[in-house]
């Protein structure tokens, strides 16, 4: 019992690490610009975006949704993005949908321009 409890256990793990390996990601320079200290974030769920990395950014879409808020902790109005802008951005959190059994909050979702 204790030997197929551990064989399960290894098999979440290993599917686990298969899922964040290929999980979309937000790279945010400290610019100015793409330039400078770069910040890779790939978690899934909410994250908050560190406060000197907002000099440029890039989003590498792998088949996970993704949303940017302008506040912390990834509350109000949802902006998504799709392409690279190396110019300052006013985001302050991202939100990667890893699962169908997450949500971004449920604020209205509004695309990027």
């Not at 910040?39 to 000099?55: D, I, K, L, M, P």
């Not at 088949?63 to 998504?80: I, L």
Request: charged share 10%.
């Amino acid at each position: 019992m204790a030997g197929k409890t551990v064989l399960v256990l290894v098999a979440i793990a290993v599917v686990g690490s298969m899922i964040m390996a290929n999980a979309s990601y937000f790279d945010a320079w400290a610019g100015p610009g793409c330039n400078n200290w770069l910040e890779r974030y790939r978690a899934c769920g909410c994250t908050n975006v560190g406060a000197s990395q907002h000099g440029g950014y890039s989003v590498a879409y792998l088949g996970h949704a993704a949303a940017a808020y302008n506040t912390a902790n990834c509350q109000g109005v949802a902006q998504r993005w799709f392409r690279r802008h190396c110019s300052g951005f006013r985001w302050n959190s991202i939100f990667i949908q890893c699962s169908s059994s997450m949500a971004p909050n449920p604020g209205s979702m509004a695309q990027a321009k």
